[in-house]
């Protein structure tokens, strides 16, 4: 499942967001449609550094904020 897709960042159609499970707390990173509010995973978030990973790969300033949807 992760690993798979590549996606390039549009910022005006996709919103970059972590998902959290309201029962398990796992995380995953991923783009939110601006436009539809359909969610695409992109990776597993298991450690902060992995946030970090996804911001560089996907170049997502420090400043922007990542929303947690549930």
Same mark, same amino acid.
């Given at each position: 499942?992760?690993?798979?897709?590549?996606?390039?960042?549009?910022? /005006?159609?996709?919103?970059?967001?972590?998902? *959290? *499970?309201?029962? @398990?707390? /796992?995380? #995953?990173?991923?783009?939110?449609?601006?436009? @539809?509010?359909?969610? /695409?995973? #992109?990776?597993? #978030?298991?450690?902060? *550094?992995? #946030?970090?990973?996804?911001?560089?790969?996907?170049?997502? *300033?420090?400043? @922007?904020?990542?929303? @947690?949807?549930?």
């Amino acid at each position: 499942m992760f690993g798979k897709k590549s996606r390039d960042y549009l910022p /005006e159609d996709w919103e970059p967001v972590i998902r *959290s *499970s309201i029962c @398990t707390g /796992e995380k #995953v990173a991923g783009f939110k449609n601006r436009h @539809t509010g359909v969610f /695409e995973d #992109v990776m597993l #978030v298991r450690v902060p *550094s992995d #946030v970090e990973e996804f911001r560089k790969k996907y170049g997502i *300033s420090a400043e @922007t904020k990542i929303p @947690t949807i549930y």
